[in-house]
């Protein structure tokens, strides 16, 4: 069992940064890989940045490029998503992902790949 928990959201102006945190609770310890997703009313959820399992890969939506950087701190079993240059579009509620996987490598990116989720927050950015 997988317990996913974020935090960090909040309403900021354009071009400020923020730090979302999601502290990621394991019952078995398996290979995990983690992805941050948004979602904005009546649209699906849609990929924002992702772990492979063994942290060795990492891939960016392209909106998010060079703007958003995923990271983790093991020792506090807890996955960071820095959104810096933050735009109104940026607006959704994000949600972290967990997928148990033994293909160390691979990044998944489709909402349906992914078996656990948190409770998502919220993330307003103002013109």
């Known amino acids: 069992q997988v317990q996913l928990v974020e935090s960090g959201g909040g309403l900021v102006q354009a071009g400020d940064s923020l730090t979302l945190s999601c502290e990621v609770s394991?019952?078995?310890?398996?290979?995990?890989?983690v992805g941050w997703f948004r979602q904005t009313p009546g649209k699906d959820r849609e990929f924002v940045a992702g772990?492979?399992?063994?942290?060795?890969?990492?891939t960016y939506a392209d909106d998010v490029k060079d703007r958003f950087t995923i990271s983790r701190d093991s020792a506090k079993f807890t996955v960071y998503l820095q959104m810096n240059s933050l735009k109104p579009e940026d607006t959704a509620v994000y949600y972290c992902g967990a997928k148990q996987s033994w293909d160390l490598y691979n990044v998944y990116q489709e909402r349906t790949d992914y078996e656990y989720w948190g409770q998502g927050t919220q993330v307003t950015v103002s013109s």
């Open positions: 772990f492979s399992a063994n942290v060795a890969r990492t």
């Open positions: 394991l019952s078995v310890f398996l290979p995990y890989a």
